[in-house]
């Protein structure tokens, strides 16, 4: 019904950037807060970054001034821009959002998940 499709992993080398992209699709009434998540090999999984639908943003302290979270409304989509990465932000980077969806009468929200996409920091 909803689907999030993450893009733009990959491996880079330190100290270099990654933008990853994360498109809603379906039938979208709204979307609401937009987050991405990370996890590395063997660890848990970490919040990295989060907008509101109003635009308000707040990141991990471990990449506060290296990545930042936008969104384009029209497109129900999703950035993380990544700068001066490090071997530490190599791990699986999800996307995750609260979409609204329009059953008959009533709106529904719906917890969505991307099916997540590979960041390799290495050189």
């Known amino acids: 019904q909803v689907q999030l499709v993450e893009s733009g992993g990959g491996l880079v080398q330190p100290g270099g950037s990654l933008r990853l992209s994360c498109a809603a699709s379906g039938r979208i009434f709204s979307v609401n807060t937009m987050r991405w998540y990370r996890q590395a090999a063997g660890k848990r999984r970490e919040l990295v970054a989060v907008?509101?639908?109003?635009?308000?943003?707040n990141s991990a302290n471990s990449v506060k001034g290296r990545f930042s979270i936008s969104r384009d409304n029209d497109r129900n989509t999703v950035y993380l821009q990544m700068n001066s990465l490090k071997p530490e932000d190599t791990a699986v980077y999800y996307c995750?959002?609260?979409?609204?969806?329009?059953?008959?009468?009533?709106?529904?929200?719906?917890?969505?998940w991307g099916q997540g996409t590979q960041v390799t920091v290495s050189s």
């Open positions: 907008i509101t639908g109003g635009e308000s943003t």
């Open positions: 995750n959002a609260v979409v609204r969806v329009l059953q008959g009468d009533l709106l529904h929200e719906l917890d969505t």
